[in-house]
C-alpha cells in the first residue's frame, strides 16, 4: 500500500518560514519523481516545486528563491523549505510521487496570517 503523510504545515507570519515533510512508504522512493502541489480556496492545484529521481530541480516563478525542494532517498522523504511566506502562499499543500502512477499525499495546510 502506497502512503505519502505530509507533515511540518501550521500558521506563520508573513515573513517567516516552515518547513513541510513528506514521507513516503511502499514505492521504490528513489526511482519516483516528487512534486510539491498547492490549492487555494476556489482555486485550482498547481505545482509549485519539482525533484525528479535524478535530483533536478523545477520551481514555479513566483515561489523562486523563496522555497526550496529536497530529498533524502535514505529515509524516503521529500522536503520543502518555504522562506519569506506571504499570504498568498496560504493553501493545502501535496505531495506527489510520479512515475508510471501518481500518488498523492492529504495536504497539509499553510496559512500565512498576521
Known amino acids: 500500500q502506497v502512503q505519502l503523510v505530509e507533515s511540518g504545515g501550521g500558521l506563520v507570519q508573513p515573513g517567516g518560514s516552515l518547513r513541510l515533510s513528506c514521507a513516503a512508504s511502499?514505492?521504490?522512493?528513489?526511482?519516483?519523481?516528487m512534486a510539491w502541489y498547492r490549492q487555494a480556496p476556489g482555486k485550482q492545484r498547481e505545482l509549485v516545486a519539482h525533484i525528479s529521481s535524478g535530483g533536478s530541480l523545477t520551481y514555479v516563478d513566483y515561489v523562486k528563491g523563496r522555497f526550496t525542494i529536497s530529498r533524502d532517498n535514505a529515509k524516503n522523504t521529500v522536503y520543502l523549505q518555504m522562506n519569506s511566506l506571504e499570504p498568498e502562499d496560504t493553501a493545502v499543500y501535496y505531495c506527489s510521487a510520479g512515475r508510471i502512477v501518481t500518488y498523492w499525499g492529504q495536504g497539509t495546510q499553510v496559512t500565512v496570517s498576521s
Open positions: 511502499g514505492i521504490a522512493f528513489s526511482i519516483y519523481a
